[in-house]
């Protein structure tokens, strides 16, 4: 269980969307929400104050009467509860809803405190608000997303429960759970901030993290196939350059190969004064691919965690509009609700990704063309050459796959464009952003898939499986327990897929 208190960590964040820890509204929350409410309510008696009295965007010159001011709130989260494309995953938009909750848990935004337990129910009873992928632009942050969950919130709109896309007056009725009666800006402020964009990219994070890891493993594993020196991932060479991702990149390195007999060391080797030939039949370093890996992941190591920092300080924060300042019996207009940190850190988190999926397959291309590797046959074809054709196949996927991250990976952040009347005339499109980031995760997913099975036969294929690292054995079994060793050639979709699912879910 995770209350919901002074702090969320994105270590908590993460265990409630993927360890399915349960939400607790603590009582310090509670009270501060209600002291937030009731000062709103009582403070805008006589005063204008935006989306409170007053129409939204360019319409906030209209003053709204009293008796219309509950109707406002109802007509705008209907109205903009109008996104298109595909539904976000059940992950995502789960951490959208823990990352408004922890927002409107923080007293600056007014609202009735049904809200949040209403929003900790859905969470704790897996029921996760159908909200589509495209319609946002980032500022006023997720207007449309957050509409969706918002239209839940009243009783109205679909959700996905138990596996099934339903609509949610039916499912609270099952769940006897009652919706909220909108009060004083409940629409706005449910609608008004970055929660989707930063729940999405919260999700990206955990899975890059993963990615990271397995390109650590297949990088280990591959300079086990060719036997490789130890000095370019040594704590000698990478402490003489000051960038931690890329030292401990090389400390995950040598921990992740102690135990393998197929690394080398140079001084047993081309030091020991031996070599006396004018031409070496053995190279004396490797490309690039093999050799620069604590420099290339190094990079990526840091994106991602400095990404998850930003992430962290965003779900933490207050991104709506107006600001109820509680302490100082103030309400401030400005826009928190811009989404632009949210924006570039996913735009950073995709290009790093899409890096560590060019090193994959730079590897994996490594790996099937003999003339360069000089120790495989062509493909790893471990059948007939000519009759066979190995990991051929699967090449091409690896290859278009990797191009289409190298596409995606181009910036949301610079792609502004003006609307709502001009209104919000330079906004983030950070929930696009988030999304197409998404996209370059999944992908990365496929092409380490199919580099993971083409280490396993080559393994197979020169015999090391009992020389290799524990850690390289370990994922190497595993593996081989979802395709078996293949010389016949093979329908290779499933097999792909399920390598995929493997390293998504381990």
């Known amino acids: 269980m995770n209350t919901i208190n002074e702090y969320l960590s994105l270590a908590e964040f993460e265990a409630i969307i993927f360890g399915k820890n349960k939400v607790a509204i603590s009582d310090v929350v509670q009270n501060r929400v209600n002291e937030s409410f009731n000062f709103l309510k009582e403070f805008s008696g006589n005063k204008v104050i935006y989306g409170v009295n007053t129409g939204f965007g360019p319409m906030a010159q209209y003053r709204i009467k009293e008796s219309d001011q509950i109707q406002l709130q109802y007509n705008l989260i209907r109205s903009h509860s109008s996104g298109t494309g595909k539904p976000l995953n059940a992950e995502s938009a789960k951490a959208a809803i823990l990352a408004r909750l922890n927002t409107l848990s923080l007293g600056n935004s007014g609202v009735h405190s049904s809200v949040i337990h209403l929003m900790a129910e859905l969470i704790n009873r897996d029921i996760t608000p159908l909200i589509f992928e495209h319609g946002g632009v980032g500022a006023s942050g997720d207007l449309v997303q957050l509409s969706h969950l918002a239209l839940v919130l009243i009783g109205e709109g679909e959700v996905f429960y138990k596996g099934d896309r339903r609509p949610t007056a039916e499912v609270f009725e099952i769940e006897g759970l009652k919706p909220i009666q909108v009060e004083i800006r409940e629409g706005l402020a449910l609608i008004n901030g970055t929660s989707v964009m930063t729940g999405i990219g919260v999700v990206n994070v955990h899975y890059s993290k993963k990615l990271l890891d397995w390109s650590l493993k297949a990088s280990c594993a591959i300079n086990e196939l060719v036997q490789a020196y130890d000095d370019h991932f040594s704590e000698e060479l990478n402490q003489t350059k000051r960038h931690k991702g890329q030292q401990e990149v090389a400390e995950r390195m040598r921990q992740n190969l102690s135990d393998s007999?197929?690394?080398?060391?140079?001084?047993?080797?081309?030091?020991?004064?031996?070599?006396?030939?004018?031409?070496?039949?053995?190279?004396?370093?490797?490309?690039?691919?093999?050799?620069?890996?604590?420099?290339?992941?190094?990079?990526?190591?840091?994106?991602?965690?400095?990404?998850?920092?930003?992430?962290?300080?965003?779900?933490?924060?207050?991104?709506?509009?107006?600001?109820?300042?509680?302490?100082?019996?103030?309400?401030?207009?400005?826009?928190?609700?811009?989404?632009?940190?949210?924006?570039?850190?996913?735009?950073?988190?995709?290009?790093?990704?899409?890096?560590?999926?060019?090193?994959?397959?730079?590897?994996?291309?490594?790996?099937?063309?003999?003339?360069?590797?000089?120790?495989?046959?062509p493909f790893v074809n471990l059948g007939t050459l000519g009759f066979n054709f190995g990991m051929q196949g699967v090449q091409f996927v690896a290859t278009s796959t990797t191009a289409e991250n190298?596409?995606?990976?181009?910036?949301?952040?610079?792609?502004?464009?003006?609307?709502?009347?001009?209104?919000?005339?330079?906004?983030?499109?950070?929930?696009?952003?988030?999304?197409?980031?998404?996209?370059?995760?999944?992908?990365?997913?496929?092409?380490?898939?199919?580099?993971?099975?083409?280490?396993?036969?080559?393994?197979?294929?020169?015999?090391?499986?009992?020389?290799?690292?524990?850690?390289?054995?370990?994922?190497?079994?595993d593996i081989r327990n979802i395709i078996p060793e293949f010389k016949e050639d093979q329908v290779m979709y499933p097999f792909v897929q399920k390598v995929k699912d493997y390293l998504i879910n381990s």
């Open 406 to 477: 190298q596409m995606l990976s181009n910036p949301m952040y610079v792609h502004s464009i003006p609307n709502n009347n001009d209104n919000q005339d330079i906004v983030s499109m950070g929930t696009n952003a988030a999304v197409i980031t998404s996209k370059v995760i999944e992908n990365s997913f496929e092409v380490l898939a199919i580099e993971l099975i083409t280490i396993v036969q080559a393994i197979d294929y020169l015999k090391q499986k009992d020389q290799i690292s524990s850690t390289t054995k370990k994922w190497y079994d």
């Open 261 to 377: 007999t197929l690394i080398r060391k140079r001084e047993d080797h081309l030091y020991s004064g031996e070599n006396t030939e004018e031409i070496f039949k053995e190279k004396v370093q490797e490309y690039y691919s093999l050799r620069c890996v604590p420099q290339i992941l190094g990079p990526v190591l840091e994106t991602i965690n400095n990404v998850a920092s930003i992430l962290e300080d965003e779900f933490n924060s207050a991104n709506d509009n107006p600001i109820i300042d509680v302490k100082n019996k103030h309400v401030y207009h400005g826009g928190n609700f811009h989404g632009d940190y949210i924006s570039l850190e996913m735009d950073k988190l995709k290009i790093v990704i899409t890096k560590l999926t060019m090193l994959a397959e730079r590897q994996l291309n490594y790996l099937l063309n003999s003339k360069i590797n000089e120790i495989l046959p």
